[in-house]
């Protein structure tokens, strides 16, 4: 019987994927960053609006908790990750062009240098994988 090395990497275990998972786990904790600032700052600011500062703290934890499953899923060479990470970071694009057009530069290039090696990698991975 023909034996496989353990060190040969499979496409479920490939170097791709704990990097895809590793930027993945950054962009959830950035967000639960973002989270926790905004959590101090409604109770250090006195002019706020608390509705709208509650739902976006509730969908950027929602969104780290997303992210960090996603990353769990690369990570332990499962499927569950792909579609979540690649719609996750399409829209992180997205935020990125109106951060340009508002003129805030520096958190466009910090999403656009997380997305885009994401989006490269976990659509390399796919395409390996399903051919």
């Known amino acids: 019987m023909a034996r ?4 040969s990497h499979t496409p479920k275990s490939s170097p791709q994927r704990s990097i895809v998972a590793t930027l993945l786990y950054i962009e959830a904790g950035i967000l639960f960053s973002l989270a926790a600032w905004l959590l101090v700052l409604g109770f250090t600011h006195e002019e706020k609006e608390m509705a709208p500062l509650i739902g976006v703290i509730v ?3 929602l969104g ?3 992210l960090m499953a996603a990353g769990r899923g690369y990570a332990r060479g499962k499927n569950y990750g792909r579609s979540p990470a690649i719609l996750a970071n ?3 694009l997205g935020v990125a062009y109106y951060q340009i057009q508002g003129a ?3 958190g466009a290039v910090i999403i656009l240098i997380l ?5 490269y990698f976990a659509f390399s991975i796919a395409s ?3 051919s």
Do not use: K, R
């Open 4 to 7: 496989v090395s353990s060190n």
């Open 59 to 61: 969908f950027a934890l």
């Open 64 to 66: 780290a908790l997303g």
């Open 90 to 92: 399409l829209i992180a």
């Open 104 to 106: 805030f530069y520096i």
């Open 115 to 119: 997305a885009l090696p994401t989006l």
């Open 128 to 130: 390996q994988e399903n």
